[in-house]
Every structure is written in C-alpha cells, then in structure tokens.
C-alpha cells in the first residue's frame, strides 16, 4: 500500500496480464456479522483485509466474540445471539457496512453502546433507520445531530420488542437501512414471523440480494414480496454453514474491466469474481460492454479487451450499480459522444459526495461536466485537451481508483493522486495491482550519481520513500559480484574477467525487506566493509562485468518509478532519466560522515585510512575506461557538505516538482 502524501501515475499505454482481487467488502463485513451472531463455528476464507473489515472485526471482538487464524482462513465462533459484553464503546471508522447494520444489532441484543466514526461517518444519514427501531421499542439517543452518528444504545429485552405489526423502513436514501433489519431481526423472531415494509422505492435493489442469499446460507431464508415487503418466517435461527467463501469485490473487478475496455494490450484476465457472482456489481460489465468492451465470463473469472474505440457514449440508469458506475465516468472521457449517469443520488451520501466530487476532479483533467441532484453528464476529451492534473481523492477509495483510469490518456499526461492510502478501506493494494498489469515505455527515474560516501543511498532511499518509486543500489550489485569473486577464489585482473562476468550474470541475488541475500545467505553486512568497497571498485573497472550487470540494473525500471544510486545511473544505465543528480561533499566530510557510519554499526576504522580508502576508490572510479565516475552534462550539481540529509531530500524533491506538468490541487 503506498502511504505517500501523492502518488503520481506517469502516462500509461497498454495493459495485460491477470489479477486476483481481494474479497467483496459487502459480503465480507455481512459475512463477519452473521458468523458472528450464529451458532456454532465459521470459517471464513478469502476474507477482505481492508481497513471497513478490520473496523468490523475489532468491533466483534470487543463484543466478545472469538476469532482466530486457521491457516490464511478466519475462524469465528459465533455468540448464537448472546452477547458476552454488556456495554461497549465501538469506533466504526467510516464503514457504513459496519455502522447500519450493528446499530440494528445491538439495538435488539440488550446493552448499552456508544457507536461512533470518522468525521464524514458522522454527516452520513442513519435517521431512517433509527426510526424502523424505535418504532419496535428500541431505545436510541443521538450524541451528536440528530439524524446522524455517533449513537448511544439502550439495553431492552427483546421479548418487549412491538413486532405484531410490519416495521416499516425507507428504502430510498439507503440500502443499507433494510439491510440492517434483515440481519438484525432473525435475532427477535423464534416465536414470532416478522414483516418488514419498504416506504419509497428501494434503492441499490443488488445489494439486497446479497443480503438474503448471505441469511440464506447462515440458515434464514426470508420471503420477499416484490421489493416492498420481506417477511422472517417464525422459528429462524442463525446457524453457521461452517465454511464460506468469500467472492473477490466486483466493484473493485470495475476498474480491471474498464483497464481491458481502455488500454491497448491483450486481455485483462480477472480472477475470483464471474458470471456467476452475486454481486450486484457483476452488471458492471453490461455497461461495460454497451461501451465498446469485449468480455468473456466464466463462473469465477472475467477476460476483457479492447472492442470499440473509443468507447461508445451511453446514458444509463445506474441505480443498480451505484459504487462501479463511478468508473463509467472516467470511461466517459473515452467515449464517442457524452455519457449520462441517471438516478444516482445515493452518491451524494457515501464516503463524500461523490456526484461533486467527480465532477470537480473530471473538470481539472479538462472535461466539461454537467451534474444535478441525481446525475452526471460528462463529456469526452480529445487528445488536445486532457490536462495534467492533481487529483483530490476526499478519503474516498473509489475515486483514488477510478481516477487512475484517466493516466492512459492519449495526451500522454501523468496523472497526480493525492493521498492513495485511502484505497485501504477495500484495496489496500490497488496500485500495486494496478502496476503489475499496466506498462509504459518511458517509467518515471531519477538517478543520483556521485563519489564515495557523499551520501547517494541515504538520499535516493529518501526521496524513493518520499514519491513512492523503487529503489535500485548499484553499487550493491558490484559489492556482490565482489564477493562472489573472493569466494571463488579469484582476482579482480583481466586474466579473471570472463569468469567475474560470468559470476555477475547469474549472481543468485535477491533483495528482500533491505537485506540482501545470495544464495538465501543474507550477506547485508558483509558487502558493506571498506575491503568488500575496495573490492567492488576493482571487479566494477572490467568491462564485462559491467556489461553482465546491465540488464539487471534496467530491470529495477518498475511502474510507478524508480530512485536509482551509484557512480553511472545517468551516463551509461538510465541515458533518457527525467532527473539526475551529480552529488558530492568534500573528502573530509565524507570521511567523517562514513567513519561516524561505520562506528555505530560495530566496525572499527579510523578517520585517515577511511580517508585514503575513499580517495583511491573514486581515482579509480572516475579514470577507467568504461562508464568512468563523472557528471551527466544534463546533471544537477549538489553539493551537500554542509547541508542536512533533509535538506538535500527536499532539494531534489523540489527539481522533480519543477519537472511535472501539475497545477495546484
Ligand atoms: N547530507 C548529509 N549530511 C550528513 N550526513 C549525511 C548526509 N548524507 C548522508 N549522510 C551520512 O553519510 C553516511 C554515508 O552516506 P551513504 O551511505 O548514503 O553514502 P553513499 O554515497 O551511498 O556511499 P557509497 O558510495 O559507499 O554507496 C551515512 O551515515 C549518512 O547518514
Ligand atoms: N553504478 C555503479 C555503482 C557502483 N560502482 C562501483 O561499486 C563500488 C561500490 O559502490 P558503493 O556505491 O556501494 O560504494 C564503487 O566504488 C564503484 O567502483 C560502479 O562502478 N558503478
């Protein structure tokens, strides 16, 4: 997951390959409340592991409910509707899969909880649904505006629950809210049946069928009278089916579908989610394919691929698909004509508003948008008039993704997320998926170059960390090969150099959480002495060797971008990087600075000979024949003797910035 303040999208071309998805949060978190509230014991696998899940989850153990590993499965034994805890205070965060259906469950559990969330959490509507419950006797006081979380909940029995006559709910604001009964009132009716009526016409009718299919497989099937009434049959009881699966989110397969639908390349395989998933979401890929898009489908996986270019215009009654149809409007900037979004004003109360939000940030990447109470209108972009833009995501996980459709854009502009770590709430790793089937000829470098301890890693690391890009150490690589050569008892000559290259080549090397590994022996410490220095000074003179480390040193050039350090990343390895960097200090403060370095680490060395150790080293480096230690002519020049590893951080930071096309957020 990237926690960086942004991450930038450079223009991308084409797409293939295949991605897993993690699970649907709806049916997760309506998973981890039924296995909860049932008898016996569930395991569930292919859980989501997302920030909503884990709300809810510490929300299940704070009620008492016991939960544990079993493999990479969950294993939930479930309370069989007796609370172990009488009172409780639980933070929801902004997971309104947690929110709705726990202030239903706990209303009729008896005891006594405050539910609480984030600041948006707390403008989220749940008045509707504390309406239903009071109406059946429940006891719940608003702590904040009335209408809205936080909420304090009162103990009741629930043998003084009113339910001879039909709760009645509205279904028009919110799913969520009858949601909320259908999972909660099982809880009440072992002698009695109980009827739920709809006011209004209900929305996001999908999500109400994962709901019964989900109460169905834990033991509860209710009757459904068209979508306005549902009746709980007298005698249901939650009982855990013991194993379920939990399918990958078909809202989070929208933005692989739309990638197979935008980008040139071959087919974009999905796997875990299918034709035959219960998600509302899988009707996605009809819009999907009224635009242009090729699918394929089979029980658990979708292939999808480029057909009509551009995308054909459409105007659609998105009611069913309210959380994907956010990606249509990215697609819309592909489109043959404008794209028109109906009925979709439960938009306006989820994470943020997201009709504006959309429209706000549609407008920076340069497309007219039109939007009322309930729709969206937006208009195709031509290749002239896509601007380079800084997305604003509002912590809100599906715009972060969808807006990252918008980096294939035939203007060839970066695309500029602000805060991507809210994709954590259902994808925690989005981007990198998304990385890992996207390609661009022209990923993002920056090198830093310069002599011996004039702090090249700790900047490049830094600034890597700062722009969340890759990390290539060079002269890691021919400290290696350095000690590769003593351990097979050779010498750094050209009567050696074949042989040397031949090391270098097929060096059994792996870099993993900073340690680096040869042949799985984690040698981290031992390249990093002045002799194994010296040594890969001297194997780094051959020309073969150089030439053998080439291809691996290119390798690291991975989306979104790479920081990479040494003596020639700018002249020899990365011609074409966007920034290099030439960095120096004087001799006596890198002798100092490396001396410090190499006394806090345990390794004895004196100031002098380290002195004259780094001086030899960069004579040899900037005089051999091959890729000689020198500036790039279209270098910058640093010299941070007297400057902070901050200072310098911000520095270079500063010349990339000065590099992008970004306006302002
Ligand atoms: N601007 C700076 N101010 C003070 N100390 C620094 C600065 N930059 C780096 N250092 C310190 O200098 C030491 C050497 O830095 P570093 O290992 O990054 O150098 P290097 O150029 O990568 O070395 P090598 O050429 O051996 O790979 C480290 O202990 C680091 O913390
Ligand atoms: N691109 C590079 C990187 C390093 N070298 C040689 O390796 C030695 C060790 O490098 P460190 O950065 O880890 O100190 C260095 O002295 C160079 O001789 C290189 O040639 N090219």
Redesign the pocket.
């Known amino acids: 997951m990237y926690s960086t303040p942004f991450l930038d999208l450079p223009p991308l071309e084409a797409a293939s390959g295949t991605v897993r998805l993690p699970g649907s949060k709806s049916i997760s978190n309506r998973v981890l409340l039924l296995a909860a509230l049932a008898g016996g014991t569930t395991t569930v696998h292919d859980l989501l592991d997302s920030d909503d899940t884990r709300v809810m989850l510490n929300a299940l153990s704070a009620l008492g409910c016991r939960i544990g590993r079993e493999g990479a499965a969950l294993r939930i034994e479930g309370l069989d509707g007796q609370l172990r805890t009488a009172s409780a205070k639980l933070f929801l965060g902004n997971a309104g899969t947690a929110m709705r259906p726990l202030t239903a469950a706990l209303a009729l559990l008896g005891g006594e909880f405050e539910l609480s969330g984030v600041p948006r959490m707390h403008e989220r509507p749940i008045g509707d649904l504390v309406d239903a419950l009071v109406q059946l006797g429940c006891r719940i006081d608003y702590l904040g505006n009335p209408g809205y979380p936080p909420l304090a909940i009162h103990a009741m029995s629930l043998d003084a629950l009113q339910v001879d006559a039909p709760i009645r709910v509205r279904g028009d604001v919110s799913s969520q809210f009858l949601t909320a009964l259908l999972l909660a009132l099982p809880l009440a009716s072992a002698s009695r049946e109980i009827t739920i009526d709809v006011v209004g016409e209900l929305i996001s009718k999908p999500y109400i069928e994962i709901t019964l299919n989900l109460l169905a497989r834990f033991g509860v099937v209710v009757r459904r009278q068209g979508w306005e009434r549902f009746v709980i049959p007298a005698g249901s009881r939650y009982r855990s089916p013991g194993d379920i699966h939990v399918e990958a989110d078909a809202s989070s397969a929208s933005y692989f579908i739309a990638l197979g639908a935008i980008a040139r390349g071959d087919v974009i395989r999905i796997e875990g989610v299918g034709a035959d998933s219960i998600q509302g979401d899988i009707r996605f890929v009809e819009a999907a394919r009224q635009m242009g898009a090729k699918v394929e489908s089979g029980p658990n996986w979708l292939a999808v691929s480029r057909g009509a270019w551009p995308l054909k215009a459409i105007d659609l009654d998105a009611n069913h698909i309210p959380d994907a149809a956010m990606t249509l409007a990215v697609m819309a900037l592909y489109a043959d004509g404008p794209c028109l979004l109906r009925n979709i004003a439960s938009w306006r109360v989820k994470e943020t508003d997201r009709i504006e939000a959309m429209a706000q940030e549609l407008r920076k990447l340069g497309a007219t948008v039109e939007d009322g109470p309930d729709f969206i209108r937006v208009h195709p972009l031509g290749a002239a008039s896509w601007r380079a833009a800084t997305i604003r995501t509002y912590d809100d996980h599906r715009v972060a993704m969808c807006f990252s459709l918008a980096a294939f854009n035939p203007a060839g502009m970066p695309v500029r997320i602000l805060d991507p770590h809210c994709v954590a709430k259902t994808f925690p790793d989005y981007f990198e998926t998304l990385f890992s089937v996207a390609q661009t000829a022209d990923v993002p470098v920056i090198c830093i170059d310069?002599?011996?301890?004039?702090?090249?890693?700790?900047?490049?690391v830094a600034t890597a960390y700062q722009l969340g890009y890759h990390y290539l150490?060079s002269?890691s690589l021919y400290r290696v090969t350095g000690l590769a050569m003593r351990r097979a008892g050779l010498e750094a000559d050209a009567a050696h150099e074949a042989q040397i290259a031949e090391l270098a080549r097929q060096l059994p090397l792996r870099f993993i959480k900073g340690q680096v590994l040869l042949d799985d022996e984690d040698v981290s410490d031992a390249i990093r002495t002045e002799a194994a220095?010296m040594d890969a000074s001297r194997v780094s003179a051959l020309p073969a060797v150089r030439a053998a480390l080439l291809a691996l040193q290119k390798s690291f050039r991975r989306l979104p971008g790479l920081v990479a350090?040494g003596r020639d990343m700018g002249t020899v390895v990365f011609p074409d990087a966007r920034l290099k960097v030439y960095?120096t200090?004087n001799a006596s403060q890198?002798a100092e600075?490396?001396h410090?370095?190499l006394i806090?680490k345990g390794i004895p060395a004196t100031l002098d000979s380290l002195r004259a150790d780094l001086e030899a080293r960069d004579q040899r480096d900037s005089s051999r024949s091959v890729a000689p230690l020198k500036p790039a002519p279209d270098a910058r020049l640093l010299d941070?003797s007297s400057?902070?590893?901050e200072?310098?951080v911000e520095q270079v930071l500063a010349w990339w910035q000065e590099a992008q096309p970004f306006g302002s957020a």
């Open positions: 310069g002599p011996t301890a004039s702090g090249k890693g700790t900047l490049a150490d002269g220095g350090d960095l200090a890198r600075r490396r410090k370095q806090s941070n400057q902070s590893v200072q310098s």
